[in-house]
């Protein structure tokens, strides 16, 4: 009940500071695209900055790995593709889910597209699961090595779980 | 109250707003934000993939709360306007903005799914947390998304 409590509450907050700055309106995010406009630019920077700044001083309490992960073919190839659904709609997971919640009609169309999304690429995946033969992009197994860093800086390698194991533990990277 | 609502505020304030909800979930629930993978929760949890909902569901219900009370404080509640898409293809071509717009929604839930992050989780969380593939998917979807808004400006898209 705590757990879900919190995530409510700042899912909320996340939500309304979306629509505050103007993100959850496909037109904003569109002059933002075209760099008519440097608002994501600087907030996205001064976002980082202070999220590494406190990421790291949370971290220095814990004795506990910083998730992170090396990158892979997946990242790219995903992230075009995520890139080009972005461009295409000027919205993307966090404004969408805004605009269902503030009467934004053609929303249902790109949150039904996301969910469709997703199941093609369960699919994708479970399909290839099933034939170990053909490997999809989502299922290479060079695919799922993760790197923790410890808290005295060392790097070591460590196979990821499954994807659901991996939702479900803290402190492993699950930047999904 | 709606004319407060309806200026955006100083990137600087809500810049440093979001970092600070991405440290707190760090502390409170030493987990990372990402809407995404609450997307995803929901869809695995109603195909039978998981058993349970993860917290990130609740937090994306929390972002639609979030937003119906941005829409009902600010007056600004309903819309049938989606940008270009919506604009380009109007009237009797609605029906082709509904399928761009559910094919765009497509690329954005399987891209994302494959970089294992989006714009939320690769881009403010796992750049916060200096993970390397987040800062290659950022890079790589900042670029894909800025080069293809000028070429759908280029082709006529208003």
Known sequence: MRVKAISVGFGTLFGFLLCWGTFGQPDAIRRMLLLEDAYLYLMFASAVAVGAVGIRLVHRLRDAPLPQTKPERRHVVGAAIFGAGWAVSDACPGPIATQLGRGFGWSLCTAGGIVLGILLYFRREESAARSPGEFTLASRPASSSTVAASSSGTASLMASAPVASRRSSTGRADFE | ?158
């Open chain 2, 1 to 158: 109250m709606h004319h407060f609502l309806n200026e955006r505020p100083a990137w600087y304030f809500i810049g440093p707003a979001f970092g600070l909800i991405v440290v707190g979930v760090f502390a409170t629930l030493n987990a990372q934000v990402g809407v995404l993978g609450g997307f995803s929760s929901i869809v695995e949890r109603s195909t039978g993939r998981a058993q349970t909902l993860g917290w990130k569901a609740w937090f994306v219900l929390g972002i639609v709360l979030g937003g119906l009370a941005f829409g009902l404080l600010s007056g600004t509640w309903g819309s049938n306007d989606y940008g270009w898409v919506t604009r380009t293809f109007d009237g009797g071509w609605s029906v082709v903005a509904g399928l761009v717009l559910v094919g765009a929604g497509m690329l954005i839930g399987y891209g994302a799914k494959v970089a294992r992050g989006c714009t939320s989780g690769n881009g403010l969380t796992g750049c916060s947390f200096g993970s390397p593939s987040s800062f290659v998917a950022t890079g790589t979807f900042f670029a894909t998304a800025v080069g293809l808004s000028f070429v759908i400006r280029a082709l006529g898209g208003s």
